[in-house]
């Protein structure tokens, strides 16, 4: 059997970008997917919020093993605060897009390929953005359902972090932020870029993980 491509969407972002690089390390044919213009032969254009654009994208692979869905859009609205511009992007980037990528890519996928999604801790314990602790809980669910549906040859899963350290959110939130979530911890620490990134790589290569929601957040939340 010919290899087949992996696909890293939202590649350009903190953590698809950690991810993008450590599948290219280990020496997977990975493509990854950007909105910011920096399109070359690696990486691709696509815009979740755009089905033309998925559509378009979707046309170029014949054989696809792995799908990690890294694209997201930071917290950012308190309800007070929510326009309409933003609770749209958020669907599409985080919800929305993803479904009819997966739609769009359905016949293409291997005979053991493995969806991989970013879900969070907030969908559990809840944001002060609350169009991003809903829609992660639409992952979720959409995670257990397409795990049942794409069945027996598309494993689909997706982990649920705390707050990681270094990331954009965590360098613009306060001390008494990162500390709150430190000792909501029952380990005392942060997760890590690296710890992460590793366990994206571990869920593509686990072939009895199938539609599971993976707690990588310290015991902050048990699954």
């Known amino acids: 059997m010919s290899e087949g491509v992996s696909i890293v969407v939202g590649a350009s972002g903190f953590i698809g970008q950690s991810i993008f690089k450590e599948l290219k390390r280990l020496g997977y044919n990975v493509i990854g997917t950007s909105t910011k213009g920096d399109a070359n032969e690696n990486m691709l254009s696509l815009d979740l919020n755009d089905r033309s654009s998925i559509a378009k994208f979707a046309e170029g692979f014949e054989k696809i093993d792995n799908l990690i869905v890294a694209a997201g859009r930071e917290p950012q609205s308190s309800l007070m605060q929510l326009e309409e511009d933003h609770f749209d992007k ?96 029952l380990t005392n620490t942060l997760l890590t870029e690296k710890e992460l990134t590793d366990m ?12 599971q929601i993976i707690h990588l957040n310290g015991g902050q939340y048990f699954g």
């Open 90 to 185: 958020m669907i599409g980037i985080h919800y929305a897009g993803p479904l009819w990528l997966v739609k769009q890519l359905q016949a293409k996928f291997s005979s053991e390929a493995s969806i991989v999604f970013c879900s969070s801790v907030a969908a559990y314990k809840g944001s002060y953005d609350p169009t991003y602790a809903s829609l992660k809980g639409a992952v979720n669910s959409l995670v257990r359902t397409l795990a049942r549906e794409l069945a027996p040859n598309v494993r689909v899963n997706a982990i649920a972090p705390g707050l990681v350290k270094d990331s954009p959110v965590y360098n613009r939130m306060t001390q008494d932020f990162k500390e709150s979530h430190i000792k909501a911890s």
């Open 200 to 211: 994206f790589i571990t869920l593509i290569s686990q072939k009895n993980l199938n539609g």
